[in-house]
């Protein structure tokens, strides 16, 4: 076990406030930051520990950030979301790579949509997830950061309708 400390900041902001076209605008931005100092039993002999390290909370990002950019006028909306995470650990030791720490490097993804209503019934909707074409990187060793292997999912998009009864 051991201490979490932290801060999150959230801010939603219409820009009503703006002129004409730009007042149909808004922005959507949240942050989060996070230190632990987590103490690991990695053997013990009779429930007594006896080798002991001390790390981050493993799934935990010290630093994580998004922001959403939109407009949303009468039948139509688009927005687009950028989502950061910083490094983080996956397990303590890596499990069989003679490592000390298994983790994920930093990752930031960039998404967008459109919706537009066709009629009061009928919607359009357009999707793109991970526009940037980020990957996932695991590596072992803290200090080094060795690539072990990194995944690609790749961008993805969706055309849809939603029609109401």
């Given at each position: 076990?051991?201490?979490?400390?932290?801060?999150?900041?959230?801010?939603?902001?219409?820009?009503t406030f703006l002129p004409?076209?730009?007042?149909?605008?808004?922005?959507?931005?949240?942050?989060?930051?996070?230190?632990?100092d987590i103490d690991y039993v990695l053997q013990s002999a009779n429930g007594v520990p006896t080798l002991t390290t001390t790390n981050d909370l493993i799934?935990?990002?010290?630093?994580?950030?998004?922001?959403?950019?939109?407009?949303?006028?009468?039948?139509?909306?688009?927005r687009t979301t950028g989502?950061?995470?910083?490094?983080?650990?996956?397990?303590?030791?890596?499990?069989?790579?003679?490592?000390?720490v298994l983790g994920n490097k930093s990752t930031l993804f960039v998404d967008a949509s459109a919706s537009y209503n066709l009629t009061s019934n009928v919607t359009l909707i357009l999707e793109a997830q991970n526009?940037?074409?980020?990957?996932?990187?695991?590596?072992?060793?803290?200090?080094?950061?060795?690539?072990?292997?990194e995944t690609r999912i790749g961008r993805t998009f969706t055309v849809g309708v939603t029609a109401r009864f």
């Open positions: 076990g051991g201490p979490l400390k932290g801060v999150e900041l959230n801010m939603q902001l219409p820009l004409g076209f730009w007042q149909d605008f808004g922005l959507l931005a949240n942050y989060t930051h996070v230190t632990s799934g935990l990002s010290k630093d994580a950030a998004s922001a959403t950019l939109y407009y949303e006028k009468d039948d139509f909306s688009i989502s950061y995470r910083s490094g983080y650990l996956r397990s303590i030791p890596s499990g069989g790579n003679d490592s000390d526009l940037t074409d980020e990957r996932n990187t695991l590596y072992i060793d803290s200090v080094r950061q060795d690539t072990l292997f």
